[in-house]
């Protein structure tokens, strides 16, 4: 029988991958469990000894967002708040800011003198 811990979850290779993105995404370890199956003590556990790393910026998407993507996440088997975190990756690593919004910025001027 295959390890437990080792078997994909919501999208993740493993379940303590699926606990550490969404611990980054901010949600606690009950609601973790809740969404993996497990209780709290069990996120705790594999949360424990991982990397300290820098916690990301975050940012609150209106919940009309979340239920849009809600369709599009589950045909990926991940959660909405990880495919607008990979749809917003997608157009930073692309550049695809003009290609979406339809509409070319000016690059703005760096304090030079202005034509007279």
Do not use: N, W
Not at 36 to 63: E, N, Q
């Amino acid at each position: 029988m295959a390890d437990a811990r080792r078997l994909s979850v919501l999208g993740y290779r493993s379940q303590v991958d699926a606990c550490v993105a969404l611990a980054d995404a901010g949600l606690t370890p009950a609601e973790i469990g809740v969404r993996i199956g497990r209780d709290a003590g069990h996120v705790r556990a594999a949360l424990r000894g991982r990397k300290a790393v820098p916690k990301p910026r975050t940012f609150t998407l209106p919940r009309h967002i979340i239920e849009c993507l809600g369709s599009a996440a589950a045909a990926r088997g991940i959660e909405p708040v990880e495919l607008a975190r990979q749809l917003l990756d997608t157009i930073v690593e692309d550049d695809l800011f003009d290609a979406l919004l339809g509409e070319a910025v000016a690059p703005q001027q760096t304090g030079g003198a202005a034509d007279g």
